[in-house]
């Protein structure tokens, strides 16, 4: 019944849902506290194999039927046998509306390559740990989606192939790549490429329009400041008197670092150094944009406690009109372009004391398994994704920066009527963005530094406290690091 002990792993976690289509939806079984690894260091795979190698199992009939089928090629007949030549697995994830998009682009590709079929594996929760144990298993799908935050330990361990070969070979052009979208998915020693890139992700400030004007508050610009964002909104916040709904001038986000960081970096202060091998979050600057980033809530309560936020999240605020400035995404517009009942805008964050307003500026791409049976298939899956056709397709509802700048670069063009009306200012800020770069261990790294500022963002600790407390431990990984390269 079943093509390996591998799959009675990963079918013990998972439940494989399969539509007419064809496609592969993954969703969890149930969550177990005791869920949670790490990925990293040379022998990720093989020890997350072992890890999840339970010895008595309730297996789940129709998902490990289904998972034998669509994922390991054990077919009974010839005709099945057949048809799997031309067949490559792609794993995404992605909301129902961005998977239906991606559905339709598939048709056209397979149109234009009869002799491939695509079998879509759209994971929309967990997607990494998923894909881990996929690729732990045996079983990594022939395409994967990836971002830029997750590919070092990926690359690090083999797992994807080099581009660069079926780039050159094709003689395709990579020019019309952000640069930053490019350097996010190369590793500094090989310099192999190991993602072709089909976006860029930022942070802007959206404002709700009609709060402002309603309070009498001038919209932020490209030149506004930390003074000017407090400012603003100390005069936007509302904290319901006389039992009035209450309104907050600001989002709030503890986790994860990409929402704080901003702020590190607008102070001329960094993360860590060059190489990663030495922590600068403890250094002058540093500190001055980690608690500027807690006054807001703890000092100048502008932004929500979690008391007061409660379990809503910060978009639902905004979307409620309880929040007036919300610090997110171009992942955002998709959703107030279909739920807004107001007029909203974006604009940058604002110019801290370094002078500059600067953002993380991530990526996401595909990449091709390093050990599929259908490389050439796999690569003309990813360079029809990544084609200037398919990534205007794909940024139609707003929900993606391109990563072909031409692209991008149309996209943004202003057009009547259609919000935001300032667009243009999430290719603006990526020319001061910070790209993503981290370590392999940046997942246990990132865990580590969130529970050490946690106390900061309630207001029990200053920065230069926690981090006193947080340093040995976060070097240690560095330090760890830095040997295992």
């Known amino acids: ?17 399969k539509d007419n289509t064809g496609s592969i939806e993954l969703t969890p079984l149930g969550s177990r506290k005791n869920n949670r690894f790490y990925l990293s260091g040379k022998d990720t795979f093989k020890k997350a194999s072992d890890l999840f190698c339970i010895r008595h199992v309730i297996p789940q009939i129709l998902g490990l039927l289904l998972i034998s089928i669509a994922l390991s090629g054990c077919h009974s007949t010839t005709q099945d046998t057949k048809k799997q030549q031309g067949m490559i697995t792609f794993s995404t994830w992605g909301s129902q509306q961005e998977v239906d998009g991606l559905k339709l682009l598939l048709k056209r590709f397979e149109a234009n390559n009869p002799d491939v079929h695509v079998r879509l594996m759209h994971i929309p929760e967990n997607y990494f740990q998923k894909i881990h144990l996929l690729v732990a298993g045996g079983m990594a799908p022939d395409v994967m ?26 003689r395709l052009e990579l020019n019309d790549f952000y640069p930053k ?90 993360l860590w150094n060059r190489d990663k091998g030495r922590l600068l979050l403890t250094q002058p600057a540093s500190l001055q944009g980690l608690q500027f980033y807690s006054d807001l809530r703890n000092r100048f309560h502008v932004a929500p406690t979690r008391a007061e936020s409660g379990d809503a999240v910060m978009s639902q605020l905004f979307l409620q009109q309880k929040l007036a400035m919300l610090v997110s995404g171009r992942w955002t517009v998709p959703v107030l372009r279909e739920q807004a009942k107001f007029r909203w805008d974006v604009a940058p964050l604002p110019i801290g004391p370094s002078g500059q307003s600067r953002v993380g500026v991530d990526a996401s791409g595909y990449a091709i398994s390093a050990k599929t049976h259908h490389q050439n298939a796999s690569w003309k899956l990813v360079k029809f994704l990544t084609s200037s056709a398919s990534l205007r397709a794909m940024a139609q509802n707003g929900l993606i920066i391109p990563a ?69 431990a976060l070097e240690k990984l560095l330090r760890q690091e830095q040997k295992n390269r």
């Not at 506004?224 to 039992?243: D, E, I, N, S, Y």
């Open 1 to 17: 019944m079943f093509c390996n002990e591998k799959e009675l792993i990963f079918a013990e976690r998972c439940e494989a849902v």
């Open 145 to 170: 989606l990836v971002n830029s935050l997750n590919y070092p330990v990926y690359a690090h361990n083999g797992v994807f192939k080099d581009l660069r070969p079926f780039v050159k070979r094709d």
């Open 181 to 270: 979208a490019l350097q996010a998915f190369q590793r500094p020693a090989s310099q192999a490429l190991g993602v072709l890139p089909r976006d860029l992700s930022n942070l802007v400030v959206y404002y709700n329009v009609d709060l402002f004007r309603k309070d009498s508050v001038s919209e932020p610009d490209a030149d506004w400041t930390w003074p000017q964002m407090v400012q603003k909104a100390k005069a936007l916040t509302h904290r319901g008197k006389f039992k009035a709904s209450p309104q907050y001038g600001l989002s709030f986000f503890s986790k994860p670092p990409l929402y704080w960081l901003p702020f590190v970096w607008s102070a001329g202060g960094d």
């Open 404 to 472: 072909r700048e031409s692209v991008a670069q149309t996209v943004f063009r202003p057009q009547p009527g259609r919000l935001p009306a300032h667009g243009f200012y999430f290719l603006d800020t990526l020319k001061e963005a910070v790209p993503t770069s981290v370590p392999t261990r940046w997942n246990e790294f990132s865990e580590l530094l969130q529970l050490s500022l946690e106390p900061v963002w309630e207001g029990q600790k200053s920065p230069a406290q926690a981090l006193r407390e947080a340093k040995p």
